[in-house]
């Protein structure tokens, strides 16, 4: 039989006020815009809801939460790419965009397997071993993904010196 | 580039607190919404869960009390929450609840409608768990007649227990006693009190109070309980077929339990 879950004894609400941040930074990484970025945060916690806060532990839960928005927002872009929407169709509210540098334009334009161990890793402080955990990869693959995002984020550092 | 300038960029991106509390708005009305064609559904299984974890306080043969320490059984939540329509899914349904089970297409006159893989849990009495297990609950049915259940569960390895309920009227078929019992049953709703009758009932044995409905309930309910290579079977009529058609019931599992090559 499968390991138990354990009860959770906090509530969604409790998890989204901890996590809606972090969420909220991976998904503006991957949609790069606010309101997709809010839909994906949005779906992620409707899916938690009915999942119904079982988890073994809290990183469980917070490996949980950031694989289900990754693939929220793999599947969004997929449908929007087939819907062909553009950014102009949001045009009954006004969301303010964060100022992006070319540090942030190299994030974005990074492949989407790396966005998250690189933000995990550099703003959120966690370990290599930490991020395999949350993310079920092995220690090495996230270290790979790590040192290749580095080196894109370089490179494009180095090609673009008048955005420091 | 450094890990500051990279901090300063991804703080850039920022979700302000309003918006969160919008989208959490969002979020509420969202599952709401997709939640609400599905109550009345949900409630009938709840009703089920109840009516199983009475079955399984009563017929799992160490579930009951030990050393008059009372035990309960209830749902837990754990991986699997699955829900067939078709006997087919049958091995798969095995794989997840860990042990053989024998489920016919019909049992006397009611025909297989759908069955439930759920997380199950012996507590004890601080509600902490004892053993977590899958339980199947299998609904049969039959036209004009309310549904017929088949529960399914582990035996499981806790102390022998005491006090557990005598049955009604006891069985031998080959090799396995078969357990029947005639009880009433009062579901009520949480906050419920009991009364001085209530009381007195329980005392006087046959009358049981489950507590979790959506309003207060009561019904006769019939049960035979039997256990087939480790598994507790225990099947519940509310039609008042009678001992010996239970009998006959269980009797056809077993039959068919022994030609599937179970001891």
Redesign the interface.
Same mark, same amino acid.
């Given at each position: 039989m499968d390991k138990p879950l354990t009860r959770s004894g906090r509530s969604a609400r409790d998890a989204y006020l901890e996590y809606a941040q972090m969420l909220y930074r991976i998904a503006y990484t991957y949609m790069k815009n606010p309101y997709d970025s809010e839909d994906a945060l949005q779906e992620c916690f409707v899916r938690y809801l009915r999942r119904g806060g079982r988890f073994a532990d809290a990183q469980h839960e917070k490996g949980w939460l950031i694989l289900t928005l990754t693939n929220i927002c793999r599947d969004q872009l997929k449908s929007k790419s087939r819907r062909h929407e553009s950014l102009e169709e949001h045009t009954e509210l006004s969301l303010p965009e964060p100022e992006t540098d070319a540090l942030l334009s190299a994030v974005f334009a990074l492949p989407e397997r790396y966005k998250v161990p690189l933000y995990l890793y550099y703003y959120e402080g966690y370990a290599v071993k930490e991020i395999a955990g949350m993310l079920r990869l092995p220690v090495n693959t996230v270290k790979t993904r790590l040192a290749r995002a580095r080196n894109q984020l370089k490179n494009e550092w180095e090609e673009n010196p008048n955005d420091q | =580039?450094t890990?500051k300038?990279? =901090?300063e960029?991804?703080n !850039? $991106? !920022?979700?302000?607190p309003e !918006?969160?509390e919008q $989208?959490?708005l !969002?979020?509420e009305s969202? +599952?709401s919404a997709?939640?609400h064609p599905t109550v009345t559904r949900r409630k009938k299984l709840l009703r089920i869960a109840l009516i199983a974890a009475l079955l399984s306080v009563f017929f799992i043969t160490t579930a009951y009390a030990v050393s008059g320490i009372m035990r309960s059984t209830g749902t +837990?939540? =754990?991986?699997?929450d699955e829900e067939y329509r078709s006997l087919r899914d049958l091995p798969e349904a095995e794989k $997840?609840?860990?042990y053989p089970v024998t489920v016919l297409e019909s049992l006397g006159d009611y025909c297989f409608l759908r069955m439930r893989i759920g997380?199950e849990?012996v507590f004890d009495e601080n509600n902490a768990?004892l053993q977590?297990? +899958?339980g199947l609950h299998v609904q049969y049915e039959a036209p004009g007649r309310k549904p017929l259940f088949l529960d399914l569960a582990p035996v499981l390895e806790l102390p022998e227990s005491s006090g557990k309920p005598e049955p009604t009227e006891t069985r031998i078929s080959d090799g396995a006693e078969l357990r029947y019992s005639r009880d009433h049953y009062k579901f009520v709703p949480e906050d419920y009190q009991k009364t001085a009758e209530d009381l007195a009932a329980e005392a006087a044995g046959h009358f049981y109070i489950s507590f979790g409905s959506d309003a207060i309930e009561e019904c006769e309910l019939e049960f035979v309980g039997f256990v087939l290579d480790g598994v507790n079977y225990v099947l519940m009529d509310q039609n008042g077929d009678g001992a010996e058609a239970l009998f006959q019931m269980a009797q056809e599992v077993i039959a068919a339990r022994h030609e599937e090559g179970g001891n």
């Open positions: - | =580039m890990n300038k990279l =901090m960029s991804f !850039r $991106i !920022r979700l302000e !918006r969160a $989208i959490w !969002r979020v969202a +599952y997709a939640e +837990y939540p =754990m991986t699997h $997840i609840l860990g997380g849990a768990v977590p297990y +899958y």
